[in-house]
């Protein structure tokens, strides 16, 4: 067999496939097993049924948690999707120095995300963060500015913090689907009398479209299972539980109550919920083809 025949890399990938196959299924069929049964290391551990599901569900609180779980992985998505984008475009035009400004910008990539948590909760401290200290230079608030104490500003702080740290991942995506669209295209584009604007959107946004969907998906996909930022933020969900999303939910059911049927629940709800996101992004991305 020739190692152009389309055959030849198929055979080659079986082995890793097969692998990481194990590596996935083994696990989440246990998760699945677990989540059938009572485990609270308080009584004998037995076959519940949906017992786990429904305690999770008819939480009076869930609602409201899985809706912040969704306020905070689509607003950390968006943040991170608008700040790449700009950045792939800027990083496109530089000529002298690209370089450097690529390794600049992928640096934030090496900090862990609990560190990222520590960095951004000392950047919005109201008695010595840089952040409320630059606000009150420049005028912009009377105060010290304390994301804490209001559920809204916590949230957006969570986000900023939690999009800033993915950046990086989304930006050289964006950047190698630009550096890949033919420099001809834009000359024909000018001959036609194009702008810059519609250049960006009927040119550069359409062919580079598919790798940014898959990119968002992946971001997406992270920031809904995300909980190291926020536990080092805001501990416990921060003020008012304001912070508290579904990964929290479990982890406290794990590791606080070690319940671990009912966490196990949790988490394979969490897991329908991502299949289901990234299903409706896989299918965007099939349909452009």
């Known amino acids: 067999m020739k190692i152009s ?22 696990p989440f069929s246990y998760l699945f097993y677990l989540s059938f049964l009572r485990y609270d290391n308080i009584n004998p551990v037995i076959f519940s049924g949906f017992a786990n599901y429904e305690r999770v569900l008819g939480d009076s609180a869930f609602p409201l948690i899985l809706t912040r779980t969704f306020i905070f992985a689509f607003g950390s998505t968006g943040f991170t999707v608008v700040t790449s984008l700009i950045l792939a475009f800027c990083l496109n035009r530089i000529v002298k120095g690209s370089t450097f400004f690529r390794s600049l910008v992928i640096m934030p990539w090496a900090v862990p995300l609990i560190l990222s948590g520590f960095l951004w909760a000392w950047m919005f401290h109201p008695s010595f963060g840089p952040i409320s200290d630059i606000l009150m230079k420049l005028k912009l608030t009377s105060e010290p500015l304390n994301i804490y104490k209001n559920p809204n500003m916590a949230m957006a702080g969570i986000i900023i913090a939690d999009g800033w740290r993915r950046i990086p991942f989304l930006t050289i995506i964006t950047l190698a689907g630009l550096q890949s669209i033919s420099p001809e295209l834009y000359d024909a584009a000018k001959v036609d009398g194009a702008d810059s604007f519609h250049i960006f959107g009927y040119v550069s946004m359409p062919l580079v479209s598919r790798p940014l969907l898959i990119g968002t998906l992946i971001t997406l996909m992270f920031s809904f299972r995300s909980i190291d930022v926020i536990y080092s933020m805001t501990p416990g969900g921060g003020y008012a539980k304001s912070t508290y999303v579904l990964g929290a939910y479990l982890f406290d059911y794990m590791y606080e109550f070690l319940n671990f049927g009912v966490a ?26």
């Open 5 to 26: 025949d389309s055959r030849y890399g198929t055979i080659l990938s079986i082995p890793g496939l097969m692998l990481l196959l194990v590596w996935v299924l083994i």
């Open 264 to 289: 196990a629940s949790a988490s394979v709800i969490l897991i329908i919920f991502t299949l289901a996101i990234g299903s409706v992004f896989i299918y965007y991305t099939l349909k452009k083809r």
